[in-house]
């Protein structure tokens, strides 16, 4: 082992903060209210679409329900 077992401890806590940031960011981009479930999903097969408006926005599904979920992407 390279690494000494004080160090150890650090690095797992500054690696779990990490991958807490990634996730919160993550998630920030990609839950969209849900009207059948009145909350907050995570998107399934979220893609990334334009509108008519030239407006860029979210698509997915509803991992609960099915139903279809849409997001606006604040700029
Ligand atoms: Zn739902």
Redesign the pocket.
């Given at each position: 082992m390279l690494v000494s077992t004080f160090c150890v401890p650090a690095l797992l806590l500054a690696a779990e903060r990490l991958i807490h940031q990634i996730d919160q960011r993550r998630q920030d981009m990609a839950q969209a209210y849900?009207v059948?479930?009145k909350e907050k999903?995570e998107m399934k097969d979220a893609t990334e679409v334009t509108t008519k408006n030239g407006r860029p926005m979210l698509k997915g599904t509803?991992p609960?329900?099915g139903?279809k979920l849409n997001l606006f992407i604040k700029k």
């Open positions: 849900c059948k479930c999903k509803c609960t329900c139903g």
